[in-house]
């Protein structure tokens, strides 16, 4: 199959390439970085996923909008109307089969920043209204929002020990994701996946339902 990833020169992007290249498929990456993939089957643009002369791109049979920022100057435009657009340029693949959106554990929450996490919950509505307006041609459309995930984004994180400590005792079960963990899940959803379709999964290591009970 032909896949489409956003943000694919590092993280959980280069990560979900990696995945689907080793799984046999034809990888098509968009990211403003110069490419980290030396692969024949991986073929990169040196893009912005807000340009609006995205590359043409035929036979597109899943599309995986994971490309985002932090920088609360940029969160709304690049996260959630740079994936919108990102996506909605793809929709007339006639071959499409999945979608998967890159939300946030910040989505549900409210966490981290306020325009980061306001422009990972309308990632999740967007979800929800293409699952719904793409239902009658049969195309699959899901997002995943991660917690922690060991990426070189959150270097300042996890190079700091005591800080990745104290992040990590706020999960269950004392751990951040890996990308590579991410990407089978992105696997999973786009390809193994027949019947779930306007949903989002919570894979945050138990970070949500940890609580103190106070007798």
């Known amino acids: 199959m032909n896949i489409l990833i956003s943000g694919t020169s590092s993280g959980i992007g280069k990560a979900a390439a990696l995945k689907f290249l080793k799984m046999g498929h034809k990888v098509y990456g968009v990211d403003r970085q110069d490419s980290a993939i030396s692969d024949k089957n991986y073929t990169h643009f040196k893009k912005d996923i807000r340009d609006k002369d995205l590359p043409t791109i035929k036979d597109i049979d899943v599309i995986v909008a994971n490309a985002g920022v932090q920088d609360e100057a940029e969160a709304i435009d690049t996260n959630l109307n740079g994936s919108i657009h990102f996506v909605n340029n793809y929709l007339d693949s006639k071959s499409l089969k999945s979608i998967l959106i ?15 996490s306001a422009s990972k919950g309308g990632l999740l509505s967007y979800t929800k209204h ?42 269950l079960l004392h751990k951040w994701a890996s990308a590579e963990e991410i990407a089978e899940w992105i696997y999973f959803i786009t390809v193994i996946n027949k019947s779930m379709t306007g949903e989002d999964i919570l894979i945050d290591n138990g970070e949500m339902l940890r609580s103190n009970f106070i007798w």
């Open 102 to 116: 890159m939300a946030s554990s910040s989505a549900r929450n409210g966490a981290e920043f306020p325009l980061y």
């Open 130 to 171: 293409l699952a719904n307006e793409l239902a009658n041609r049969g195309v699959l459309v899901n997002s995943i929002s991660p917690g922690g995930v060991i990426t070189p984004l959150n270097r300042h994180i996890i190079d700091n020990e005591k800080l990745y400590e104290e992040v990590k005792n706020e999960t």
